[in-house]
């Protein structure tokens, strides 16, 4: 079975120090929204849509292909004009806005993407499938960490992920397209805080 973990080790296997990573055009499900993860109704609901949409299409297509399912990942911006980014720690996770999202095979279409949002319908009808969308996104010239541990424990990893661009002749190049951008190894409810394995990958430009 298809292991995108394991085919493609420089995006989802990189070390505890920081490297540089082109990162491909890739499609993805994505679901927008904003307010603190560990409260919020509307990121829970997201990621139930993003997993229901992506296991619906796995399952109605293993005749094209068979794969494991991508793991999570999030583009993070904060809604607070006086945050500077950085590694600065950020108290206030109401403020936080996100983009969550799940990888997917080549090829799933738009019609194939349909497809599953009827499915979901159909089982899943409490959720609001019309805040899910297929999309291509090419991130291009990143810099990127493993950071082990905690995800309140990620200013200093960001910060040195940060210093390592910058030393080494790039930019930070974080906007309203390219994001602070986090990719989910471990489930928080199975794995302990201190063990949690999250890439984070930053966009970066040449000076």
């Not at 990573?21 to 499609?27: A, K, L, N």
């Not at 993070?76 to 996100?98: E, H, L, N, Q, R």
Request: hydrophobic share 40%; aromatic share 12%.
């Amino acid at each position: 079975m298809f292991d995108f973990k394991k085919e493609y080790k420089h995006l989802y296997q990189p070390k505890t120090t920081p490297s540089v990573v082109d990162v491909p055009e890739m499609t993805f499900i994505m679901v927008d929204g904003k307010g603190d993860p560990n409260t919020s109704h509307q990121y829970a609901e997201a990621v139930e849509l993003l997993y229901g949409l992506s296991y619906a299409i796995k399952m109605g297509n293993k005749a094209i292909f068979e794969y494991v399912v991508p793991p999570l990942e999030g583009f993070w911006s904060v809604a607070d004009s006086s945050y500077k980014g950085g590694g600065a720690p950020i108290t206030d996770k109401s403020k936080f806005v996100w983009t969550m999202m799940i990888r997917q095979p080549d090829f799933v279409s738009e019609d194939i993407f349909q497809s599953a949002v009827a499915t979901i319908l159909k089982k899943k009808p409490h959720l609001d499938v019309s805040k899910a969308r297929l999309e291509k996104f090419t991130e291009g010239l990143c810099v990127q960490v493993m950071h082990i541990g905690s995800y309140d424990d990620e200013p200093t990893t960001v910060a040195a992920l940060d210093r390592f661009a910058v030393d080494n002749g790039y930019v930070v190049d974080i906007g309203n397209y390219r994001r602070h951008h986090e990719i989910y190894l471990s489930d928080p409810r199975k794995v302990a805080a201190d063990k949690l394995k999250t890439i984070i990958r930053h966009p970066i430009k040449k000076v």
